[in-house]
């Protein structure tokens, strides 16, 4: 039995005792750019002096293992109305041991600031210490978690690691701040250290300590937090989140809020900032599966009514989680997930965009570039002719434009339609819209409306005011410079639902109106220079507006289904809007020559220019030219090969008796700090020996003269510990295997020893392999220190308690802390047999393992078997194809694990039973398109009746053609 030992904090009524500050020099940053500036007031950021409505799509580069994806996902977050980026910094993954950092290859987090800010997208930065975000041990690395620390606090270890971790990120950060010509606009302060997320009183002395250690390294930008206003007093925005539609896939949607009207305490003069903003939701193992989180659970109609509700409760910023997916390859995530962190997000972890994406966009392009939006009051709420609708209200007080926000009261979820008017103040006094004598305005199902009054066009850009829209019942997608002096609205609804826009003119001259495309029909009130349409929401109609004393006008009003194919991309003169393809990657217009990237998924896409892309005289296309309307190439078609000519290894030789394990560590610390007391004499808890990731190998000798006949043991899998498993032998007899069922932390089983296996007064052997699913997320006591490892091994006979001495020996990951793999880091492998010989790299020599048939139900063996082959691909010049793993089982409740490894990069945990993800994608620029691949599985027998593997098979996920190319990572082999 060893005592654990009990962390020391040096405190007296939370004071601690001050710790030695870095000896560094002062940071060397670039020269500041004339005219660069980042401020904030109580409404909005300011950038460069002008306001700025901050929509940021979450994004975690580290769950991409290709540079190359990043700027894929970066531009489809552009082209999806997002004007920022909020990005996680994962320690865990550039710190395999105490004061060493790597930047490079798939963790070079300047590349993906200098990625966005090429794009013109603001950044804010998050780099933790602690970060959450599923992520293994929240991002803190595992020997941070083994130290003495209990969590986040004033500890020294924490304290002066935490500091030395960020001097290293912020010597990538703060050269790329903006007023260095960088795109970084924002830096946040750890994370969820407040008393709702840790359960205790955070330490203050700990913050306090990192925001020193950001000041001193040169961070200006206003520094953020999301800390349930903990801290407002040591950061300059102070930002919340919510996930109001709740946590499980597989449920019914909860309630969207109608405000956030008690949502903590703002810190006055500073902008409304919601952190993480729900964009989908996390699965666990055993799940719904992602495609119901994106198809139904955060849908389109979803996200447009969450962001309509922090519109009317006038936020500014908003940071959509996730709004990009990824994946949690090797042993990155926190234990209650899986190998996808897809997120239901709008740009998904395979790259293919869904329906979602398409349907918010239009909303998104709305809050990023409307300049009213971007300064707002509550105004009184305006009267509406159905109970069960709701309105909220919000005026610009420069403009007096005015939002009003229509949805289903206290349940959006609602199914049924509501037709309702509503009773709004304008300037010209109240009105009632739509008008009497009309059609009403339709809520429809779980649909969120926005009436837009009181707003001239052209207002926002400093230019001539064009039209005065004294309201619309569409939604306005943008506002943009047209052609010559005149402007552009593109306004969009529900299919089939009636529409009316009324625009107000000076004098009494009827201006002159012409329509192409749809049926409007327009009435002239000459006593109050009102211009009125009605339509139908069907298709493309284009309204053109020529006279009554303002700059011409075109109004395009197109339905729901047909605004997904219009793309508004930032320009220095204005956005440029064009519609037809699947994706504009980018616009540019410059001497009347337009220049146009982007995707077609399919035949028959086109491109059609409006408002000032319509000036161009030339168009190119991904580099060819072209004309408005001609068809674009569509997808070439892609053969994937079969997976065949598979070759099996021997079962991992860790088992038998008489293998060699004298370089294995051997087991003796007598101490550990972890909560959970061990009942063995040395510390068997992987971490307290170097071993933070994957599986773990235990080999204990023993000699006893009395025969043994029932071995306990008790594994822990961490706290949550979802999906974590272990296999026992003894003697090379296989006793059995036990895992956790749900989010335990520890695991007890009694097993039976068969006669005969024992050796009295010999050498006897007993192995076991633990497979935990990573470290547990959140620094709450009494969940934090649960350790992965086993705290009980009992041997006892009939006669009672046997309790000979075990020297045990262990092993995890090549060369644990001082990991083997430089290039794809600290957590791409575990302590498998093959992974120590290299078994999942490419150029490994397999000749002679056995050939093996696939699907494969004949290895009884239990313990694990490793599956190869190499497959060579040819995907065609200009196809971008997203190609996923997938295995397919012969029959339902086959029991089995493995782990995928393609070019030696761990992208799949498999768990036959449980699930749900059966297809694992796989990152361009990880799969060698045009050359030879290694796909490698290690299947883990767990029951000695289902060992083997299933059907194994490339999968198209999606194709487009496009100009997109991603260079080949870096994939060493054996």
């Known amino acids: 039995m060893i005592k654990r030992i009990v962390a020391i904090v040096v405190s007296v009524l939370c004071a601690v005792v001050a710790l030695p500050q870095l000896a560094r020099a002062e940071p060397a940053l ?14 909005s950021m300011i950038i460069d002096g002008k306001r700025e409505y901050i929509y940021a799509a979450e994004y975690h580069y580290f769950r991409d293992p290709s540079p190359g994806v990043w700027r894929d996902k970066l531009e489809k977050v552009r082209a999806g109305g997002y004007n920022a980026v909020s990005l996680y910094v994962a320690w865990n993954q550039v710190s395999a041991r105490a004061g060493e950092f790597d930047w490079s290859g798939v963790r070079d987090l300047g590349a993906v600031i200098d990625y966005a800010g090429e794009l013109g997208l603001f950044v804010i930065v998050r780099p933790g210490p602690f970060i959450g ?34 001097a290293s990120v912020d010597e990538i950060i703060a050269p790329r701040q903006w007023q260095f010509g960088g795109p970084v606009i924002g830096y946040q ?62 449920a019914p949607q909860g309630r969207v809020p109608d405000l956030f009207e008690d949502f903590w305490d703002f810190k006055p003069g500073t902008p409304r900032y919601m952190v993480e903003y729900q964009g989908g939701m996390f699965d666990y193992w055993g799940g719904g599966g992602y495609a119901n989180c994106t198809e139904r659970y955060v849908d389109g109609k979803a996200e447009i009514a969450l962001r309509n509700v922090a519109l009317a409760s006038g936020y500014t910023m908003q940071g959509i989680y996730m709004a990009v997916g990824g994946t949690n390859w090797g042993w990155s995530a926190s234990p209650p997930l899986y190998t996808s962190y897809d997120y239901g997000a709008g740009v998904p972890e395979d790259r293919v965009l869904p329906a979602k994406y398409y349907e918010s966009k239009a909303r998104a392009y709305f809050m990023s570039t409307f300049a009213p939006l971007r300064r707002t009051d509550p105004a009184p709420a305006p009267a509406v002719t159905d109970a069960d609708v709701r309105v909220e209200a919000r005026r610009n007080p420069e403009t007096g434009t005015q939002f009003n926000f229509v949805h289903h009261r206290g349940d959006w979820n609602a199914r049924a339609d509501r037709s309702v008017r509503v009773t709004v103040p304008t300037r010209t006094g109240e009105r009632t819209i739509p008008a009497e004598g009309t059609p009403e305005l339709r809520v429809g199902p779980r649909e969120s409306r926005t009436v837009l009054t009181d707003y001239i066009f052209g207002s926002g850009d400093g230019g001539n005011p064009g039209a005065e829209l004294a309201y619309t019942t569409s939604d306005l997608m943008v506002d943009a410079p047209g052609r010559g002096r005149g402007r552009l609205g593109v306004l969009y609804g529900t299919k089939g639902d009636a529409g009316q826009t009324v625009l107000r003119y000076r004098g009494t001259r009827q201006p002159k109106v012409s329509v192409d495309g749809g049926e409007v029909s327009t009435t002239w009130d000459r006593a109050t220079g009102e211009l009125r349409l009605d339509y139908r929401h069907d298709g493309v109609a284009t309204v053109t507006i020529d006279g009554g004393g303002y700059r011409d006008l075109t109004l395009v009003i197109a339905d729901s289904e047909r605004a997904q194919r219009f793309w508004v991309l930032p320009a220095d003169d204005g956005p440029l809007v064009i519609e037809g393809p699947d994706l504009v990657r980018s616009a540019t217009l410059s001497a009347g020559r337009l220049t146009l990237t982007g995707d077609t998924t399919g035949a028959g896409r086109t491109v059609t220019v409006h408002g000032r892309a319509a000036s161009a005289t030339a168009i190119t296309w991904n580099g060819d030219g072209i004309r408005a309307g001609a068809e674009l190439p569509a997808p070439a078609e892609l053969a994937l090969p079969e997976l065949t000519d598979w070759r099996r290894s021997p079962v991992d030789p860790q088992t038998a008796p008489g293998f060699d394990d004298s370089g294995w560590v051997r087991a003796d610390r007598t101490t550990t700090n972890y909560q959970v007391v061990p009942q063995t004499p040395v510390s068997l808890y992987a971490d307290d020996y170097g071993f933070h990731t994957g599986d773990i190998f235990y080999r204990g000798r023993f000699s006893t003269d009395r ?55 010999r050498p006897n052997v007993l192995a076991i392999q633990l497979q935990g699913q990573g470290q547990y997320q959140l620094t709450i006591p009494g969940r934090w220190k649960v350790p992965i490892g086993i705290s009980k091994v009992a041997l006892s006979g009939r006669s009672g308690a046997l309790n000979p001495a ?18 794809r880091g600290p957590l791409n492998n575990g302590g498998l047999w093959g992974e120590q010989q290299g078994w999942g790299l490419p150029g490994f020599d397999d000749s002679a393992w056995r050939p093996a048939q696939v699907p494969n139900d004949d290895q009884r063996t239990p313990g ?110 054996r």
């Not at 670039?30 to 409404?43: E, L, M």
């Not at 700990?206 to 200006?220: H, L, N, P």
């Not at 075990?806 to 290039?823: F, K, M, S, V």
């Open 30 to 43: 670039p020269p500041v750019v004339d005219g660069r500036t980042v401020s904030y007031d109580g409404d």
């Open 133 to 166: 975000a599923e992520t293994s041990a929240g991002g803190l690395p595992g020997w941070i978690k083994a130290s003495e620390d209990p969590g986040r606090g004033a500890t020294r270890t924490m304290l002066d690691a935490g500091r030395e971790y960020l």
């Open 189 to 250: 302060v750890d994370n969820e250290y407040c008393r709702d997320n840790l359960q205790r009183e955070p330490d203050r002395a700990y913050m306090a300590a990192m925001v020193d250690q950001v000041t001193e390294d040169g961070i200006t930008v206003p520094l953020t937090a999301n800390n349930c206003g903990t801290w407002d007093d040591l950061v300059d925005i102070s930002g919340k989140d919510t996930y109001p539609i709740g946590w499980d896939c597989k």
């Open 707 to 761: 025969i043994p006949t029932r071995l306990d043991l008790t594994a822990h899998f961490s706290s949550d510990g979802s999906g974590g498993d272990y296999s026992v032998w003894l003697n090379g007899v296989f006793l059995g295997s036990h895992g956790t069922t749900g989010q335990q932390n520890a695991v007890e089983k009694s097993f039976a020893i068969p006669a005969g296996t024992v050796r009295p007064n």
């Open 806 to 823: 075990i020297d045990w020996r262990l092993q995890g990951n090549a060369g644990g802390e001082d990991h083997a793999d430089r290039t």
């Open 864 to 973: 694990v078997t490793w599956y190869r082959t190499t497959a060579t691909l040819d995907v065609p010049d200009g196809l971008d194809a997203s190609i996923g793993l997938t295995i397919t089982e012969p029959s339902a409740g086959v029991h089995r694990r493995a782990l995928i490894f393609v070019n030696g990069w761990q992208l799949g945990r498999y768990v036959a039973d449980t699930g749900p993800q059966r297809t694992f994608p796989i990152p361009r620029g990880i799969l060698d398109e045009n050359g030879e691949n290694t796909i490698a599985i290690a299947s883990w027998n767990t029951d000695a009746t289902t060992g083997g593997i299933g059907e194994v098979s490339f999968t198209e996920l999606g194709r487009a053609n496009s100009p997109l190319e991603v260079p080949l990572v870096d994939s060493p082999g």
